[in-house]
């Protein structure tokens, strides 16, 4: 893995200006991208499936210009499609007939494994990409300037990618500060897989726990008394429930991995309480107190 500077610069401002960017999904990562890529100098052109989105997008300084038809992208030269994994390559598929041999794609998906493999046959100038940024909130309105500041941007590509490409793509990530990194799609998804597929399992899977408590009235009282840690520890399990479902469906083997050896750490806390092992609790918590910086 490589990791690029964050803060080089994009090159000449005559450039910047130059550049048309085409955001596919005005969502919040592409409502965010718009909002940051056109404050640094871009030409910056939406599509949405609701004319709706495309108005607010217009309207919150997302884009210069958007539309429902994803032929208004012809004159792009870097597109960012921010759909779900699951319609990535009909996407692609819709949009080559208006694209110049030159355009640039890459996307925003969690998964890069599946889609790198899916697109680069349908596009030579397709570079994975996946800003680790967000929040739990949906849609244009949940947009936000500054979201991939200081944030990895990890690009994909592979022994085929263009060179070209990939430093288009690192440009752009390097302009919106975020931090750069450059692996294998397969590494992605392994990585990935511990530290953000893993804790959205484990979280959704902390809250069907809490609800298993029998008594209504204890049920509620933890409710109530619900407060920090479990906010942190419960954060992802409550977000998007369709894009949980793609991280498993696309990543489904190294999920499943990372799945397997959390369920043995935690058989292994078990079994030190039911021993009632206390120095083996209080060293693996220490364990946990020491591996966490090298996280966070």
């Given amino acids: 893995m490589v990791m690029g500077d964050s803060d080089a610069s994009m090159g000449t401002a005559g ?3 130059e550049l048309t960017v085409g955001i596919v999904g005005l969502g919040l ?15 910056v052109l939406g599509v949405s499936r609701k004319a709706a989105t495309c108005d607010r997008a217009v309207a919150r300084g997302a884009a210069d210009q958007a539309s429902v038809e994803l032929s208004s992208l012809a004159p792009a030269d870097v597109i960012i499609l921010c759909t779900p994994l ?14 110049k041999p030159e355009t640039v794609l890459t996307d925003v998906g969690s998964v890069k494994g599946p889609i790198v493999q899916e697109i680069e046959p349908l596009w030579p100038n397709f ?62 998804d392994r990585a990935v897989a511990w530290i953000s597929h893993l804790p959205v399992m484990v979280s959704t899977s902390l809250f069907q726990a809490c609800r298993r ?10 409710q ?13 399990g409550g977000g998007n429930p369709e894009l ?17 050896s959390y369920r043995e750490s935690l058989g292994q806390v078990m079994a030190l309480i039911e021993a009632e092992d206390w120095d083996g609790v209080e060293a693996t918590l220490r364990q946990g107190s020491e591996d966490r910086p090298l996280f966070l």
């Fill in 15 to 17: 450039s910047v200006a």
């Fill in 29 to 43: 990562i592409g409502g965010s991208l718009g909002l940051d890529l056109r404050r640094r100098g871009y030409r």
């Fill in 86 to 99: 699951n319609v990535l390559g009909k996407t692609v598929e819709q949009l080559r007939p208006h694209l």
């Fill in 127 to 188: 570079v994975g990409g996946h800003p680790m940024a967000g929040t739990t909130e949906q849609g244009i309105e949940a947009a936000l300037l500054d979201l991939f500041q200081d944030r990895p941007y990890v690009l994909t590509p592979t022994a085929q990618t263009p060179a070209g490409a990939v430093e288009r793509v690192k440009e752009l990530a390097i302009a919106l500060g975020s931090k750069t990194y450059i692996c294998a799609p397969e590494e992605h």
């Fill in 213 to 222: 408590e029998e008594t209504p009235a204890v049920r509620k009282l933890a």
């Fill in 224 to 236: 109530q008394l619900a407060s920090s840690g479990f906010r942190d520890t419960s954060r992802v």
């Fill in 244 to 260: 949980g479902l793609l991280m498993a469906r696309y990543n489904r083997e190294a999920l499943l991995a990372s799945l397997t």
